[in-house]
């Protein structure tokens, strides 16, 4: 095909007052990422019309069948995880845990790539009827579709897409697709951090936002501090000197645990709840306390358990017994400079191929994700936000996924999974 002149001197000149030239996208996985946009909406609907909440086994077990018979189709061999045995226990953990569906597809390249994104949601049975799928304008509806069925969903037709490609050279690409995520992983948490630590990359697929397309590099860490104080009741009026007043050993732990924050780190810890005693004539014989801790460094998320640790051993009254238990909900997720490159090659496909911006925000924003377990014992990029941008996630009125990321995500995903494989990315 020959250029017309006047369209070719237009072409140069506008490349060259941007500087780079726009490498048009790669037909072959654009016009993929077209075809299976349809399919990827039919796997929403099949998703969301699961009723899925961390709490609900039946409804976890039926969609981990289907999660699994999907990559199970595209050949890849496929396990579900029962991950109660190794949870790790919080006051909110359920006796059973929803299984993890992990599948594992094997080409012929050595990187290693891990894609995770969850299943469960925060919703209780029978409020689907209230939200079903429905797909108006630009926006698809439906409960849990944008944290995170939406992320399910990507993955799988990010798989689709690789295999109609033929694309096999990464060693290992991993799907974790996990049930607990929004009681804050219990049992899959152990799983995660070990997967993290057996691959190369990890990317995570939580919704983005409509208002701001961006990547996530880093979320805060959370935890939760209890303290749980036994006396002696006595009567307050006649004999207070036989009891043991827990109310008064419970003031002194909070005041000696009132300045643990940290502005430099930004580690925060306030105590919110207390509760003690039971009539105003009687010695309170129990008292308890409650703590919030967020941190944005996983070192720091150690320092503040050990100086609770510390600190809580300097009681008041000898003869109380003071019970204390730090709960780690979620660590922080840090941004790293492997982590740093891996946005920039994703923001860098966005922009060059796609002419769309893409955000990096490697400051702690929202709340704490499964990246973050991942992350943890690992040198690897963890990158989160990979999934379709979203509204509404926890709100239960009206969640959705704009159906205009759907193409870009794929294309991003499938693209990122290919240049990893290359060894393309942060070298
Ligand atoms: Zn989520």
Known sequence: ?????????????????????????????????????PALLETLKELVSIESG???????????????????AMGGEVE???????????????????RAVRATFKGTGKKKILLIAHMDTVYTVGMLNKQPFRV????????????DKQGVAVIAHTVAMLQALKFKDYGTLTVLINGDEEISSPGSRALITRLGGEHDAVLSFEGASVKEDKLSLATAGIASVSLNVTGKASHAGSAPELGVNALYE???????????????????????ISKSGSNRNV???????????????????????????????KQLIPEAKVEMKFERRRPPLEATDASRALATHAQQIYKDELGRPLGADDK????????????????????????LQGFGAHSADAEYVLVDSIEPRLYLA???????SRNKIGN
């Open 1 to 37: 095909m020959k250029l017309q002149p006047r369209k070719f001197l237009l072409a140069a000149v506008c490349a060259a007052c941007l500087g780079t030239a726009f490498a048009a996208p790669d037909a072959r996985i654009a016009s993929l990422a077209a075809k299976e946009k």
């Open 54 to 72: 961390s709490r609900d086994l039946e409804g976890l077990e039926k969609i981990s069948d289907l999660i699994a018979a999907k990559f199970k």
């Open 80 to 98: 579900l995880i029962d991950p109660s045995a190794e949870a790790y226990r919080m006051e909110d953990t359920p006796e059973k845990i929803g």
């Open 136 to 147: 108006e304008g630009d926006k698809a509806y439906g409960l849990g579709i944008a944290d």
């Open 250 to 272: 419970l003031s002194h732990q909070i005041l000696q645990m009132r300045d643990l924050s940290d502005p430099a780190t930004g580690l925060k810890m306030n105590w919110t």
């Open 283 to 313: 010695i309170p014989a129990s008292a308890s306390a409650g703590a919030d801790v967020r941190v944005l460094k996983v070192s720091d998320y150690d320092r503040i358990e050990q100086q609770v640790q510390e600190r809580v051993k």
């Open 364 to 387: 702690v924003a929202g709340g704490g994700t499964d990246a973050a377990f991942a992350a943890l014992k690992t040198k690897a990029p963890v990158v989160e936000r990979f999934g």
């Open 414 to 420: 499938t693209r990122m999974v290919m240049d990893l």
